[in-house]
């Protein structure tokens, strides 16, 4: 399981990957969930809020989670409804978190921070 | 590789923007999408970030006349400059028919000016293209800047085999239409040898 940003940054990993070359993962599923948005827009729609890929053996199930994506590789020990219906379950869970971290962060940024800009200014 | 559609008679080609971060790319693709006349080109697609820096690609098609009754249409596409989405630009290479290299000419930018050149020869080896045998025409962009390296030493440096070179400024269009077209008389030159 990989957290990215939009923009392909990866934010955590967790899980039995591998090897997996996990920038590049993150990148890529930047730019397939930019250029899926830019299909949506040409339809009229906003943005898809799910992507899967199914391979013969390993399988991608990404969700868009605001400014972040929740990207899924699992093999054909499971399957793609029990992995969307997994996600699904931890949704508000995994968005609570990421607002929480939002608010940590900005606190961490005005408390924490704050001597470090004194010092630069 | 060129699509020839009989049944329509219609040409697609597709020509690649490629340079470093910040170079240029999109400016170039915007100008020629804002001069160009409305039933020439269809819609530009810009997959960018929130801070307007290529995500992924930017596209547009675009129609420049016909050759021997057949409608040539181009593809333009840009990839993302910025290192780090190179497998991204990797796949927009894939079945190009010809690439626009815009060098950024400031001092500061020579270094990635070189790496992006060299990453652009590694990316066409992978598909087992040649630059030195596909259709291709070095930029030099941003020339109204003041802390530009002069053409003759940027030519020398990054023009790997006698390609055209074109001077520009891409954000008031100068030199953008001269770079596409001297691509696109390559890409067309090549498609009538085959």
Same mark, same amino acid.
């Given at each position: 399981?990989?957290?990215?940003?939009?923009?392909?940054?990866?934010?955590?990993?967790?899980?039995?990957?591998?090897?997996?070359?996990?920038?590049?993962?993150?990148?890529?599923?930047?730019?397939?969930?930019?250029?899926?948005?830019?299909?949506?827009?040409?339809?009229?729609?906003?943005?898809?809020?799910?992507?899967?890929?199914?391979?013969?053996?390993?399988?991608?199930?990404?969700?868009?989670?605001?400014?972040?994506?929740?990207?899924?590789?699992?093999?054909?020990?499971?399957?793609?409804?029990?992995?969307?219906?997994?996600?699904?379950?931890?949704?508000?869970?995994?968005?609570?978190?990421?607002?929480?971290?939002?608010?940590?962060?900005?606190?961490?940024?005005?408390?924490?921070?704050?001597?470090?800009?004194?010092?630069?200014? | 590789?060129?699509?020839?559609?009989?049944?329509?008679?219609?040409?697609?080609?597709?020509?690649?923007?490629?340079?470093?971060?910040?170079?240029?790319?999109?400016?170039?693709?915007?100008?020629?999408?804002?001069?160009?006349?409305?039933?020439?080109?269809?819609?530009?697609?810009?997959?960018?970030?929130?801070?307007?820096?290529?995500?992924?690609?930017?596209?547009?098609?675009?129609?420049?006349?016909?050759?021997?009754?057949?409608?040539? #249409?181009?593809?333009?596409?840009? *990839?993302?400059?910025?290192?780090?989405?190179? +497998?991204?630009?990797?796949?927009? &290479? @894939?079945? %190009?028919?010809?690439?626009?290299?815009?060098?950024?000419?400031?001092?500061?930018?020579?270094?990635?000016?070189?790496?992006?050149?060299?990453?652009?020869?590694?990316?066409?080896?992978?598909?087992?293209?040649?630059?030195?045998?596909?259709?291709?025409?070095?930029?030099?962009?941003?020339?109204?800047?003041?802390?530009?390296?002069?053409?003759?030493?940027?030519?020398?440096?990054?023009? #790997?085999?006698?390609?055209?070179? *074109?001077?520009?400024?891409?954000?008031?269009? +100068?030199?953008?239409?001269?770079? &596409? @077209?001297? %691509?696109?008389?390559?890409?067309?030159?090549?498609?009538?040898?085959?």
């Amino acid at each position: 399981m990989v957290l990215v940003d939009k923009d392909g940054q990866q934010i955590a990993v967790h899980g039995e990957l591998g090897d997996l070359d996990t920038t590049s993962l993150a990148s890529l599923v930047a730019g397939n969930v930019a250029a899926t948005g830019g299909m949506a827009k040409l339809i009229g729609e906003d943005e898809f809020p799910t992507l899967s890929h199914e391979g013969a053996k390993e399988s991608i199930h990404i969700s868009v989670i605001g400014r972040v994506l929740l990207v899924v590789v699992f093999d054909d020990r499971s399957s793609l409804g029990l992995v969307k219906l997994a996600v699904q379950t931890n949704l508000s869970g995994i968005s609570q978190c990421l607002r929480g971290n939002r608010k940590r962060i900005r606190h961490t940024r005005s408390e924490e921070c704050a001597p470090i800009c004194r010092d630069y200014r | 590789m060129t699509f020839i559609n009989y049944a329509s008679r219609e040409i697609n080609c597709k020509i690649v923007y490629y340079g470093p971060g910040l170079c240029g790319k999109t400016t170039n693709l915007q100008y020629i999408y804002d001069s160009t006349a409305t039933q020439a080109k269809g819609k530009l697609i810009s997959l960018a970030t929130e801070t307007d820096r290529t995500l992924f690609f930017d596209f547009m098609p675009l129609e420049l006349g016909t050759v021997r009754g057949f409608k040539t #249409r181009f593809h333009l596409y840009t *990839v993302p400059g910025q290192v780090f989405y190179e +497998a991204s630009r990797k796949l927009i &290479l @894939k079945g %190009v028919d010809g690439v626009v290299f815009v060098a950024d000419s400031q001092e500061e930018r020579m270094d990635a000016n070189i790496e992006s050149l060299y990453n652009l020869e590694e990316n066409l080896q992978a598909y087992g293209y040649d630059l030195m045998k596909l259709p291709y025409v070095l930029q030099l962009n941003k020339r109204d800047l003041p802390n530009v390296i002069p053409s003759p030493d940027l030519t020398s440096e990054l023009q #790997r085999k006698g390609e055209p070179v *074109v001077e520009a400024v891409a954000s008031t269009g +100068a030199g953008v239409f001269d770079t &596409l @077209k001297a %691509v696109a008389k390559q890409v067309l030159t090549e498609l009538r040898k085959s």
